[in-house]
């Protein structure tokens, strides 16, 4: 279970030699919104030179379809990244696409074929809105979908993203939940998008707090200071694991049972198949 992948813009060495120290479970460099086209050259070789020899490391390249992405996978692919972030997709059919070129490129490099993940960023364009179910099926690289919020909000021209308060508009509370459940349908882990105000840890604990609640198994962040809050709230709590462990005893105990009581109240096998997962998260979350 990835609890955290933190943005690291890949042209900047001071924080590329920081980002290993900061706990997160997963990095990804950034070679696509922070890094300004004249510097990316040089960002390339920064970025193959950090993946050498390191586990759990991406890259985000640039879209598919442009001219950047080509020279992006040719720079890292060598140094074998546990994966490829893609942005602004209009569908699967871009993921195919990568997947294409990955699969030759890690046949050069001599690289365990297969072993190259995609995860999505699934809703930045608005016509991908509508092709989200086409993720189900379509490569085996698929690790994950993820959503953004500031290129969708770009493209349909709005002037905010969220309310007065903070909470997203309808437009992007759709895109959030077609994410999960596109993401549920593909069978992979969903991954909720970044909480922009990195100095509010309150409502970064509330947000990712909510990620976990609605079925999200992680969270983007975009600076260092994030990751503690995201991997503790994505750590189920004791009294859950002990909730979760004893509905899958009391089925154990009645493996015939359709339905059980507990505590005044029924729990069916929907209630079993979320104690399975949460407890499967707990032990994945202790190996960390």
């Known amino acids: 279970m990835t609890r955290s992948f933190l943005f690291v813009p890949a ?31 040089d960002a390339r070789v920064l970025a193959r030179e950090y993946l050498r020899g390191k586990s759990n490391v991406w890259v ?17 692919m060598p140094s ?25 490129l890690e046949s050069e490099h001599g690289i365990e074929a297969g072993s190259t993940g995609i995860i999505p960023l699934c809703t930045e364009c608005p016509e991908a809105l509508f092709t989200l179910n086409s993720y189900i099926g379509a490569t085996e690289r698929l690790a ?24 997203w508009l309808p437009v992007y509370e759709m895109a959030r939940s077609l ?13 909720d998008t970044v909480f922009t105000d990195f100095k509010n840890m309150d409502g970064l604990r509330l947000y990712a707090a909510n990620a976990r609640r609605d079925g999200f198994s992680g969270m983007l962040a975009i600076h260092p200071a994030q ?25 154990a105990e009645n493996s015939g049972a359709g339905t059980i009581a507990m ?26």
């Not at 953004?148 to 969220?162: F, K, M, V, Y």
């Not at 994410?179 to 991954?191: G, K, M, N, Q, R």
């Not at 990751?227 to 089925?251: D, G, H, M, Q, S």
């Open 11 to 41: 042209d900047s060495e001071r924080k590329l030699r920081k980002a290993g120290d900061v706990g997160a479970d997963a990095i990804i460099l950034d070679l696509e919104d922070s890094v300004a086209p004249a510097a990316l050259p």
């Open 60 to 76: 985000r390249i640039n879209s598919i379809d442009g001219r950047e992405a080509a020279a992006d996978l040719e720079a890292v």
């Open 80 to 104: 074998a990244p546990a994966g490829i972030v893609l942005p602004k997709p209009e569908s699967a059919a871009a993921a195919v696409k990568l997947g294409d070129r990955i699969t030759v």
């Open 144 to 167: 994950g979908l993820s959503w953004g919020a500031e290129d969708l909000s770009a493209a349909i021209g709005s002037s905010s993203n969220r309310d007065e308060e903070g909470n």
């Open 179 to 191: 994410c999960l459940l596109a993401a549920a349908a593909a069978e992979v882990p969903a991954i």
């Open 227 to 251: 990751i503690e809050v995201i991997n503790t709230v994505f750590i189920p709590t004791n009294k859950e694991v002990e909730n979760a462990a004893r509905i899958v005893a009391l089925f």
């Open 263 to 288: 505590d005044g109240k029924m729990i069916d096998r929907p209630h079993l198949t979320q104690a399975r997962r949460l407890l499967k998260m707990a032990q994945q979350a202790r190996k960390k």
